[in-house]
Structure formats: structure tokens, C-alpha cells
């Protein structure tokens, strides 16, 4: 097991639910206007919560998607402003981003405590530099990791054509329902990742596809997403020591 050490700044790391019979499908990068619709209707369909870490950049230019997403009762938390490696920046810098997304959020409910942080690419979750920033930001914050990851960042680069997206996000369903630490687990998924990888132009049937195959998958296994719940108490010498 790989161990971090600090001088007591570590916050909590979420990667696992307390509660087995549930999952928390989340999902980075949202909200695209041509897929949130029905990925939003694919979550009431299933019965299903979800929480969403939005992108400022996107979520700026769809008010609305934020408000509904609210509204139907999903978590919604700031992924940054522009979606770069928010580690690498000054602290802020790395406030300021933060902060700018969660300013749009806050018009639709109020900033979530404690506050939950998934950075993007998961930069600097093992920074020490980090943590202590996230906290001077949102005090008695917590880092969300997942385990497992649809891998969808990678699938719409496997397709073709567009036939190839549902056997394409089959395969990773298949994979994910087979995988020991689904239940309880955080799934990680994306409404059309930002990224720069070929084929760009399967993202939206890719990122609805899979949600209707992964729902429909967790509930032939009788597995209900839920929204992350607050971190659990962390233990003194957590602060100390990341595992
Ligand atoms: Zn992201």
C-alpha cells in the first residue's frame, strides 16, 4: 500500500461508500447541452441519483442544465473553471478556478458543507500543497478518488463508426459489473470528456450509451446509485498519513 505523508493537512479521501448495497455513479466535465438531457432522463428512468462535477467552461453556457440537474435532485460540485491541471497552478490560482465554478453552481443551491473536490485528470489528490489549498477554500472538505472507472475517456478513440459505441461501452460494462469493488464503489464517468483524443465525434453517443448500459447494468445486480454522501470522520492520524 502506498502511504503520503504530511504535517497533518491531508483531508479525507472518498473512494469507497459505507453502504455496499449502493453505488455513486459520477460523472466529470458536464454539462454538454446535446447529452445531459438524456442522460438526466436516463437517471430518472432507473431511479437513480448521480453526482455531477461540472466544468465552469461548459456549465456557463448552460444555466438551465445546472438548475434542472438540481432540480431532479442529483449533487452537482465544481470541477474547475477551464479544466487544466489545477496542481500545477499557484494556490490562487487554484482558488480562484474553483471558485468561479462553484459562484454558477451556488445560483441554483447553496455550497454544499462539506464540500466534495474532484480536480481535473485527479491533479494533485496526493499534493500536500493541495489539500491544505482546498481547505484555506472549502474548510472540512474532502477529495473524491472512485474505484472502478468506466474507462470512457478511451472508448470513443476504439470507434469507428458509430455502430461500434454500444459493443464498444459494452465491453467496459461488462468489465465494471465483474469488478470486486463495485459495490459500494464510486464509478467514474464523463459527459463527453475534455480531452483532445480522436474520435470526437462518438463522445455523445458514447456518454449516453454508456449511462443507459451501466444503469441497466447495476440494476440487474440490484445495485441503487445514490449521491456521495458527506465524508465519513477521519481518523487523527489520516491527516498524516494518505493511503
Ligand atoms: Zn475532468
Redesign the pocket.
Known sequence: MRISWSLGVWRPAMRTLPDPATVAVTV??APMPDTMPAMLDLLDRFGAKATF?M?GCRAVAADDLVAETVRRGHAVYA??WD?VRLDRETPARLIEDMARCEALLARHRPTPVPYLV?????GGWRNSRVHRTLACWQQGCAVVHWGPSTEDHMISTRCASEAEVEPECRREVDRLMADPRLPGGIILM?DQ??NDRPGAAFKPAVTVTLMRLLLEGLAAKGLTSVVLPPPPPQAWWRRFALT
Open positions: 466529470d466535465d462535477f466544468s470541477h474547475g479544466h474532484r480536480l481535473p485528470y485527479n464523463h470528456p475534455i
